[in-house]
């Protein structure tokens, strides 16, 4: 795999199309991983590093519309170029409304189609997420990088998700259950208790001893992330 290839995440349950265009995008340089229905969809692109997201609407297990929702609750900000069978506005609305970059109706020409993949990469490249720093902690959300007390923490997909909700929302108090949707998903029907875990785990790779965490627990609501 060469360093410079981008990664693309095609979301689309039609096997047909969703082959079709993968082969389109292998043979344009693009490295691709299809995926055939909602939720397989949305925890591939939450926990991969990917460069783009194709993602269909009507998709079974969960529709294109709450993927893209949670996707961007949970800070994952990589380009989202939505597909939709369906010929009206509010589609189109709806999806930009939730976190969607743009939007292509299909049947579409592969011309159409490379030429917004194209812009979207060139957009992103140039707007990217902006470097998060909350007291000695560093985020890259680009290159997925985190920096504590000037060394690098190896943080797992979770708990870089994690960190970077928290982080995002620096300052704000923050319930466990709105974590829970926002890092598991809205579906997830474990253990609530799995948010403690993962706290641990953070506090663990990033904190230096004897200093205080950035991760602060806030009794009787959740948790926030302060520098002071």
């Not at 993949?117 to 680009?142: C, F, K, T």
Request: aromatic letters at 6%.
């Amino acid at each position: 795999m060469s360093e410079d290839q981008r990664r693309i995440l095609v979301i689309e349950d039609d096997l047909e199309l969703s082959r079709a265009v993968a082969d389109l995008l292998r043979d344009e340089g693009f490295l691709v991983e299809e995926r055939h229905d909602g939720e397989s969809g949305y925890l591939s692109a939450r926990d991969g590093a990917f460069d783009l997201i194709l993602l269909d609407i009507m998709l079974p297990k969960r529709n294109g519309f709450s993927v893209c929702l949670d996707l961007r609750n949970a800070g994952v900000h990589t380009p989202l170029l939505m597909l939709t069978a369906k010929d009206g506005e509010l589609d189109e609305v709806e999806g930009l409304e939730v976190g969607a970059d743009d939007y292509l109706r299909k049947p579409f020409e592969r011309s159409i189609l490379m030429a917004r993949i194209q812009a979207l990469l060139r957009r992103h490249d140039r707007e990217g997420p902006q470097r998060l720093v909350v007291g000695a902690v560093s985020l890259d959300p680009l290159r997925r990088k985190v920096t504590c007390h000037n060394h690098d923490a190896m943080l797992t997909p979770r708990e870089f998700a994690l960190l970077e909700f928290l982080m995002n929302h620096a300052g704000t108090s923050i319930a466990k259950s709105e974590i829970l949707s926002a890092v598991w998903g809205a579906d997830f029907d474990g253990d609530p208790n799995i948010v403690e875990v993962y706290i641990g785990y953070l506090r663990r790779k990033i904190d230096l001893a004897g200093q205080p965490s950035i991760i602060r627990t806030v009794r009787g609501v959740g948790y926030t992330v302060s520098a002071g």
